[in-house]
């Protein structure tokens, strides 16, 4: 013998419960499902409504999306770049500089060379230098001019880009020397650079001058930022 089922009979006991379990269980499918766009947001008693993320097309209308994530009172904290479609607007990333050889601070050489270098995780659309050159004149001879620029490189794909060599003019001024700042520039880097580990060194020489006059560099700004940021500074670059 086959044992039938008890029929359900709307309003029984039975059946509300089994009900219920459906509409659960259609409940939890439904959350499970991705929202897009899908905003989460609280309410402030002095502020009012604040929004904690996002993630909303892209407002350039070029497509894929915009994710944005704030602090308490909706500041921007992590946002990727909705200008360029790729990376990280927010937060700028730093880069620590070191002299390439330590202690080795001044060159006096005619020759490019590396004498600050740093390296860091790509994670912006553009990465942006500005640095200051020390020109000093060694105090005989013909006036000292000193020239100095910045380099990029993608360790991964090879991608590298090579920022406008900046020449000062002609010095008599001996140590502390004559100050000039370089920058800044800035370059739109390859979407498929994202993550990988960059390269950054500061190339100094001496163009001409007397017997030791010298150049020395500062980095002041070596930092990956949006394309809203940088690109007011693209000039004389090459961008992707």
């Known amino acids: 013998m086959v044992a039938n089922h008890p029929v359900e009979r709307p309003g029984s006991a039975d059946y509300i419960v089994n009900q219920l379990t459906a509409l659960q269980q259609q409940a939890e499918t439904q959350a499970r499902q991705s929202k897009f766009p899908f905003v989460v947001s609280h309410d402030d008693p002095v502020l009012g409504r604040i929004t904690d993320m996002q993630i909303v097309p892209n407002p350039s209308g070029s497509g894929g999306a915009v994710v944005s994530v704030f602090d308490g009172s909706g500041n921007l904290v992590l946002g990727t770049d ?11 990333a730093q880069v620590p500089m070191y002299p390439t050889n330590p202690g080795l601070i001044f060159n006096s050489g005619n020759t490019f060379a590396s004498y600050y270098t740093g390296q860091v995780q ?4 553009c990465f942006l230098a500005q640095w200051r050159m020390n020109n000093s004149w060694g105090g005989t001879g013909a006036a000292s001019v000193v020239e100095s620029y910045v380099k990029v490189f993608d360790s991964v794909t090879g991608w590298n880009w090579t920022s406008p060599t900046v020449t000062t003019g002609s010095s008599t001024t001996t140590a502390p020397g004559l100050l000039t700042t370089a ?5 739109q880097v390859p979407e498929a650079s994202i993550g990988h580990y960059f390269g950054i060194d500061i190339f100094t020489r001496v163009v001409s001058g007397g017997a030791s006059s010298a ?5 002041v700004t070596m930092i990956g930022c949006g394309y809203a940021f940088a690109q007011s500074w693209f000039g004389g670059t090459t961008s992707p």
């Not at 920058?183 to 370059?187: H, I, S």
């Not at 150049?215 to 980095?219: F, G, Q, S």
């Open 183 to 187: 920058g800044p520039y800035a370059v």
């Open 215 to 219: 150049i020395a560099v500062t980095p």
């Open 82 to 92: 909705p200008d360029a479609g790729y990376g990280l607007a927010q937060p700028q």
């Open 122 to 125: 790509q994670n912006n659309s």
